[in-house]
Nanobody, 125 residues
């Protein structure tokens, strides 16, 4: 199983970024893919998730309405479109994968098994 994030950058508050998580080594539709983030000195937190093949989605409350998760099933890739970014969104963003509870499940408060290396997002005020 391999997860590779990309798309992190330095952006001004109010700006947008799209993160990508390219996956390989597993059946995309059988897994939930989630985005987590960890800011310096803070615990890692779940941001959003999607069931492979574009099923269930979930969002952390503070990003709902600003972030959109989606998947390109042909490319086995999950995206996180982040709009109206705020300095509090500054963190290393990780994507993670797990079969979880199967069916149409995804969760952002769950210990995922597989992780990418992370991509840095910095939002300046």
């Amino acid at each position: 199983v391999q997860l590779v994030e990309s798309g992190g950058a330095l952006v001004q508050a109010g700006g947008s970024l799209r993160l990508s998580c390219a996956t390989s080594g597993f059946t995309f539709g059988d897994y939930a893919i989630a985005w987590f983030r960890q800011a310096p000195g803070k615990e890692r937190e779940g941001v959003s998730c999607i069931k492979g093949m574009g099923g269930t989605t979930r969002y952390k409350g503070s990003v709902e309405g600003r972030f959109t998760i989606s998947s390109d099933n042909a490319k086995n890739t999950v995206y996180l479109q982040m709009n109206n970014l705020k300095p509090d969104d500054t963190a290393v963003y990780y994507c993670a994968a797990d079969k979880g509870y199967g069916s149409d499940w995804c969760g952002i408060n769950y210990e995922y098994s597989y992780w990418g290396q992370g991509t840095q997002v910095t939002v300046s005020s």
